[in-house]
């Protein structure tokens, strides 16, 4: 049973858009509504919860301090109620959706773009797709899988290894021989940084035996498929997971720097947790995912 003080989605709807606007004639006109129904909601809200949650004075309202406390709480529920809906309406006209967590590089330069042939294969499942960088907690978070690095592995969850990280220097090909360039050579241009892995091109170059101090040097991004854009638009020469780069390298857009490749002791793995496991939508996934790359990377 509806509690007495709970407020409706209209009455939200009507306090959110005055405490943005300061009046109720422009919340009206912003939710298609008339200045008395809005007005009447404000008062209806204000009565149910038993405080002020505006001032008013020559017209304009001003938040009290009370509205201010309900006011970003107020905006959170009609955002996550919002996000609610609109997860369930991906399921129309379909069986199911697979929602998963994917680093954010791999979604947008390998993923995505082999979706379509995926969903040929599962048909009647539908893709929700978020970005994520950190650790899937899959006991609050609604997602069916994730493909990040082995380090983000999840207690209790299966996991699938798909391939070793392996990365590539890359560059225009304005800007690096056919041949590739040698390390002491690849010191001298713009490197191009991945801000949430600074510790890339120090290592790189440790590798080859040269002073790493200046490999900081050069415009800074935060994924790597920002770094792939950058190097395309020749701004220099980035360090990036061959993976991430393959499109590019097929198609002439980027040239492989250095004959060099650098393990970084990580790995791409599916994770799934238990509940997954059960769902034929899944472990189809699962099994087109691991053939494709499979196939390419064999």
Do not use: N
Not at 113 to 122: D, M, V, Y
Not at 161 to 169: K, P, S
Not at 213 to 237: K, P, T
């Amino acid at each position: 049973m509806r509690k007495a003080y709970m407020p409706s989605v209209g009455e939200l709807e009507a306090f959110c858009s005055c405490a943005r606007v300061g009046t109720t004639t422009g919340a009206a006109r912003d939710l298609g509504l008339t200045q008395s129904a809005v007005s009447r909601s404000i008062a209806t809200l204000e009565d149910r919860l038993g405080v002020a949650l505006f001032t008013r004075a020559r017209q304009r309202l001003g938040l009290s301090d009370a509205g201010r406390a309900f006011l970003a709480e107020a905006e959170d529920l009609l955002a996550r109620l919002d996000s609610a809906a609109t997860g369930v309406m991906a399921f129309a006209g379909q069986s199911a959706v697979l929602r998963m967590a994917v680093l954010p590089s791999f979604a947008r330069s390998w993923l995505i773009p082999r979706l379509g042939a995926c969903q040929a294969s599962l048909p009647g499942v539908s893709f929700d797709v978020a970005a994520r960088l950190e650790p899937v907690d899959f006991e609050r978070a609604p997602f069916d899988l994730s493909i990040q690095r082995s380090q983000h592995r999840s207690t209790g969850a299966h996991h699938l290894h798909l391939l070793d990280e392996q990365l590539v220097a890359v560059a225009a090909p304005k800007l690096v021989p056919a041949q590739g360039a040698t390390d002491a050579a690849l010191l001298e241009l713009p490197l191009l940084q991945q801000s949430t892995r600074p510790g890339l091109w120090p290592e790189w170059f440790r590798e080859a035996g040269l002073d790493p101090r200046r490999a900081l040097r050069g415009a800074r991004f935060d994924h790597f498929d920002m770094v792939v854009d950058a190097a395309i638009a020749g701004l220099g020469v980035g360090l990036v997971p061959e993976i991430v780069a393959e499109t590019a390298l097929a198609d002439g857009r980027l040239r492989s720097a250095s004959p060099r490749r650098m393990g970084t002791g990580q790995a791409y793995t599916l994770i799934y947790p238990e509940r997954s496991a059960e769902r034929a939508e899944v472990l189809r996934f699962r099994d087109w995912l691991s053939a494709e790359i499979a196939g390419i990377w064999a």
